[in-house]
C-alpha cells in the first residue's frame, strides 16, 4: 500500500479556473510534508514545508493546507505557466527519508 | 538556486558495464540523497548520506553502491548495468536535517 497518493494523477484547466489538488498519506508521526514543482527535463522545486494540522502556506497563486490525514495545493486563477507536475513527499518521524507520491500533472490552458 | 550539479546529464551504455554518477554541491549541506524516477513509480530514493563515509539504503538500492569521501561529492556507482537501470537520477541535498531537500537537474541514463 502506497504511503502517499495524489490525486488526481492529471488536472486541466483553462486560465483563471480554481481548483485544488490533494495528497493523501497514511503515515503516523508525520515529521513534515512537503510540495514541489517539477517542469519537463528538471529537477523538482521545493514549494512548502507544512508541519501541522491546520498550518497553511501561500506564494503567488498557491496555497497549501494540511490536515490529519492529507493536504491540499490550492491554485487560484491558474495561468498556463502553472503547468507543471506537482509532487507531495511526507517525512515520518525517526526517519531521515523522504516518501514521494507519483504526482498530479497539471495542464492550464489559455 | 542551491548548488548542485550532476555529471554526466546524459549517458548511453551497454548491459554489464560499471557506470559511475557523481553529485557534486558547494552548499556544505550534510545530507545528500539519489533517487531515480520512472514513469508510474515517480520519485524513489537509492541510498542517501548523513555524513562523510555515512551511507545507507533507500528503497531500491540492489544493484547500486554510494561513496561519500567529501562532503561536496557523492558518487552512484551501476556495478554491471542492467536495462531495468535505464531512468533519471536525481541528486538532492539537504542541510542539518533531512527535511527541505533540494534537487539536482538530473542525469539520464539509457542502459541498452
Known amino acids: 500500500e502506497d504511503q502517499v497518493t495524489q490525486s488526481p494523477e492529471a488536472l486541466r484547466l483553462q486560465e483563471g479556473e480554481s481548483s485544488s489538488l490533494n495528497c493523501s498519506y497514511t503515515v503516523s508521526g508525520l515529521r513534515g510534508l512537503f510540495w514541489y514543482r517539477q517542469d519537463p527535463g528538471k529537477g523538482p522545486e521545493f514549494l512548502f514545508t507544512?508541519?501541522?494540522a491546520g498550518e497553511e502556506k501561500e506564494k503567488e497563486r498557491l496555497k497549501a493546507t494540511l490536515t490529519k490525514k492529507e493536504s491540499f495545493l490550492h491554485i487560484t486563477a491558474p495561468k498556463p505557466e502553472d503547468s507543471a507536475t506537482y509532487l507531495c513527499?511526507?517525512?515520518?518521524?525517526?526517519?531521515?527519508?523522504?516518501?514521494f507520491g507519483k504526482g498530479t500533472k497539471l495542464t492550464v490552458n489559455p | 538556486d542551491a548548488g548542485i550539479t550532476q555529471s554526466p546529464r546524459h549517458k548511453v551504455t551497454e548491459t554489464g558495464t560499471p557506470v559511475t554518477l557523481r553529485c557534486h554541491q558547494t552548499e556544505n549541506h550534510r545530507y545528500m540523497y539519489w533517487y531515480r524516477q520512472d514513469p508510474g513509480h515517480g520519485l524513489r530514493l537509492i541510498h542517501y548520506s548523513y555524513g562523510v563515509k555515512d551511507t545507507d539504503k533507500g528503497e531500491v538500492s540492489d544493484g547500486y553502491s554510494v561513496s561519500r569521501s567529501k562532503t561536496e561529492d557523492f558518487l552512484l556507482t551501476l556495478e554491471s548495468a542492467t536495462s531495468s537501470q535505464t531512468s533519471v537520477y536525481f541528486c538532492a541535498i539537504s542541510g542539518n536535517s533531512p527535511e527541505q531537500q533540494f534537487f539536482g537537474p538530473g542525469t539520464r541514463l539509457t542502459v541498452l
Open positions: 513527499a511526507v517525512l515520518q518521524d525517526g526517519s531521515e527519508k523522504l516518501v
Open positions: 507544512l508541519y501541522s
